[in-house]
């Protein structure tokens, strides 16, 4: 009898042992799951910052990139405006340089009939009153490979001063430019004052200049070009055979200030 109730508390004693054992590996497992409920808590809550931070930079981007499309038309247009602002100042350069070039200028009517008559009286003088263009032929202005306006063709250039220095010719300037053909310089004598096509035809330019100024034209009015033999009134024959029509002296007539 005894030995059963030993039997007993021992049983009693160990499912004790037992119930308390459970107890504490339930608890345990217990913390452990409401530890990790926080940490789900957590990443839920992490998650759900990141989705908004997310959401509120894509609209920040959709703004940014809404307006940056905005402002690329705007500076799109801009350049387009400045673009074509630019395409007309060059053309209006391009036009005042061929104006100077080759254009001249509309010339009031007693000044043009002058020079036309003038012209038909010189048989080395052309005008083109369209453009206020006065060409001197140069083989009779100026001897082979010289600069030394010819004693013939200086009462030529005297006599269009005398029309140039007219008041109703006082508000036109005058722009002196000679002209070769394509004929080499070849003495050495001659190359040694013209050692190219370009200086011949700038003194040449210039030798009408200084008779001019002789003749009352006034030295502000007047300025000098030379285009050697690159700008061809008419093509030169081949292999360097020149052209009597390139080689010239043309005056023209612009603006006063052009």
């Known amino acids: 009898m005894r030995i059963i109730k030993l039997s ?19 608890k345990d497992c217990r913390i452990q799951n409401d530890v990790q409920r926080k940490q789900l808590d957590e990443l839920r809550s992490e998650i759900q910052a990141a989705r908004l931070t997310r959401d509120q930079l894509q609209r920040q981007l959709e703004s940014i990139e809404g307006r940056l499309g905005v402002d690329a038309d705007s500076l799109k247009k801009q350049i387009a405006a400045l ?76 006599e269009l001063c ?14 002196i430019a000679g002209h070769t053909d394509d004929v080499p310089i070849g003495k050495p004598e001659t190359r040694q ?20 100024s002789k003749n009352k034209i006034a030295a502000g009015r007047m300025s000098v070009r030379g285009f050697g033999e690159y700008r061809p009134a008419a093509e030169n024959k081949p292999n360097k055979g020149g052209n009597p029509q390139n080689r010239r002296v043309e005056l023209y007539l612009v603006a006063h200030g052009m």
């Open 8 to 26: 007993a508390i021992f049983f009693a004693i160990v499912g004790l042992l037992l119930v308390s054992g459970c107890n504490e590996e339930l």
């Open 83 to 158: 673009e074509e602002d630019l395409a007309k100042k060059k053309s209006l350069i391009s036009s005042m340089q061929q104006q100077l070039l080759y254009g001249g200028a509309q010339l009031p009517v007693e000044i043009s009939t002058m020079l036309e008559d003038f012209a038909k009286k010189e048989a080395m003088v052309t005008f083109d009153s369209a453009r206020g263009i006065v060409k001197f032929n140069s083989d009779l202005l100026f001897e082979k490979g010289s600069d030394a306006v010819a004693p013939a063709a200086e009462g030529a250039v005297k």
């Open 162 to 175: 005398r029309i140039l220095g007219a008041a109703e010719s006082e508000n036109f300037d005058i722009v």
């Open 193 to 212: 004052k013209h050692p190219t096509n370009w200086h011949l035809s700038v003194h040449r330019a210039i030798s009408v200049l200084n008779i001019m």
